[in-house]
C-alpha cells in the first residue's frame, strides 16, 4: 500500500514537468539606446509559485528510504558549505547539477596596476547548469497568460 503510493507520487511528481507549460506576459519596453523609438513588446515568464527547502526535503524523502528531516538536514548543509566554499573563491561543482561560481564586475582602468579590490562594483553568484538543466529549456512548452 505505502509502495504504491510512493510510486503515484514519484509518477505524479516527475511527469507534470513534462505537462505544465511555463506561463509568459506580454510587456512593452522602451529601447534604451534609443529614447524616441516606439516601444516593443516582449514576453515575460511568470513564476508560478515557489518551492523552498522543505518541501524540496519532503519531496525528495517520497522518492527515495531517507526521512524528510534527513534530507532537509542534508539540504541545510548543503547550502552551508556552497556558501563557506564560495567565500573561499572556489568553484562549487554539482555534478549533473551543474556549478556555481562568484562573478565581478568593476571600473575599467588603463594599466592592469590601476585596478584594486575598489575598482569591482558588483559581485554576483554564476549558475552553469548542468545537461539535463540545458535540455529542459529545449522541451519546456509556454502558454501566454490571460
Known sequence: MVVNVLRQISFYSFNTINEMAI???VLPR???QDAAAPEKF???AIA???VDL????ELISYQCTVT???CYAVLMALEHNIVGELG???IVKLGRLGNFQVGLSSKGSVTAAEVSATAITKSRI?????KKLRSMLNDVSFKKAG
Open 88 to 90: 573561499q573563491g572556489r
Open 54 to 57: 522543505d518541501r524540496l526535503a
Open 68 to 70: 524528510e528531516t534527513d
Open 48 to 50: 508560478d509559485g515557489n
Open 126 to 130: 554564476l549558475f552553469r547548469p548542468g
Open 42 to 44: 516582449y514576453a515575460a
Open 30 to 32: 522602451k529601447n534604451p
Open 23 to 25: 506561463k509568459f506576459k
